[in-house]
């Protein structure tokens, strides 16, 4: 049931229907802490990355057309999804990610073995450093395939999802346009605002962090590859670095470009930090979302029952008909998980000790996951609770007359301070403003008819929110 691999530190035992060789099994013996297996994007980045160098190697002639073409065709498999389960290192590994860049070349140099008729595993024809691994190193084929994997999740999960969340808001923002409720600041009572207006602030931020993120991609677009061992480009041809980036754009669609600085690309990881940051900045928008939507939305009779949201499931085990804002309290966990998932990556970022960084594994397992959850969420968050969220527009006109604040419409006509103790008098003695008023004979009731208009209390059209 097993086989004998071999590599520098001797022979090790391999199971027989494993693709991979010596150092993927001693991986799997040395490093085994917690279940976080190295996340597929990665491995699949790592393959894109072998596919390149074979067409590069063959081209400058370091490669022969057949071996060339054998970790061409294995790559392709992999990248298909053929070989998953023969990826299982975990993320705890050597930091410089060499475990799962090697895990790489051995199963894609052991399938390419076995399609040359030599059987599974070893080394011949096909060798995984000498052949699969040419011309690279772990420390620049690693921080390449970070980038390249985290560029692939933005473009096809989180930015997709952000814009479908947006334009799920922006429609019930011009839905509400005209549905006029009480503002609120510090928690307490304010002057009035359409619930299109209140909508159309998510929209806003939601496209401030989009931006955020698109700025920081093209630093991401900078690729360590060719720098090798310490940023030398040491055993890879001149031009090698700028050749894998343009192969790897013709792969990918994106337009990536060699890295000027390679030390630099090898020993920081900064493009990745920016990006976090900008990660950072969606989750707190969601958090924002999900805790004002679950505040509008409390009750249904003891709370603002402001809007309704989706019931989706029973919301206790206890209490009959109870139903809670689950949506919200998920996508306010997503939210801390990512805060927490940029404070991680950003120690593992100071690490870059002299011409390496050894956090390489963490930094990108973090960054994927938070890139993953942002992506799920948003789009849960549009499909089960924005699309099926109602506004409460009869609940809504209640707050709004009830509302104090109304009375900020009288400072100009009677002054602050007088418009200041009609407000005390109505809340002391539980009177309408316009009891208040009179009582106080400030202004005559067709002066507070005409004055006190909650519809003439929006702003200039340009801030309507519509």
Known sequence: ???????SLGPIEVPAEAYWGAQTQRSLSYFSSGQEVMPLPVIYALSLIKK?????NQRNGSLSAEIGQLIEQVADEVLAGQHDAQFPLRVWQTGSGTQSNMNVNEVIAGRANELAGQG???????????????AQSSNDSFPTAMHIATLLAVHQQLLPALRE?????????????????????????ATPITFGQELSAFVAQLG????AILACLPAVCQLAQGGTAVGTGLNAPADFGPAMARELAVLTGFPLTSAENKFAALSGHEALVSLSGALKTLAVCLMKLANDLRLLGSGPRTGLAEVRLPANEPGSSIMPGKVNPTQCEALSMIACQVLGNDVTLGIAASQGQLQLNVFKPVIIYNLLQSIQLLADGCRNFQHHCIEGLEADAAQMALHLQNSLMLVTALNPH?????????????????CTLRAAALTL????????????RAEHMLGTPKNTGA
């Open 1 to 7: 049931m097993h086989r004998i691999e071999t590599d």
């Open 52 to 56: 390149a160098a074979a067409r590069v």
């Open 120 to 134: 599974r595993g070893g080394k011949r024809p096909v060798h995984p450093n000498d052949h699969v691994n040419a």
């Open 165 to 189: 969340l947006s334009a799920g808001l922006a429609l019930k923002a011009h839905t509400y346009a005209d549905l006029l409720k009480s503002g609120r600041t510090h928690l307490m009572d």
């Open 208 to 211: 401030y962090a989009e931006a």
């Open 414 to 430: 009677i002054g602050y301070d007088r418009a200041a103790e009609i407000a005390k008098m109505a809340y002391r003695d539980g």
């Open 441 to 452: 004979g400030y202004l005559s009731g067709e002066q507070f008819d005409n004055w006190v």
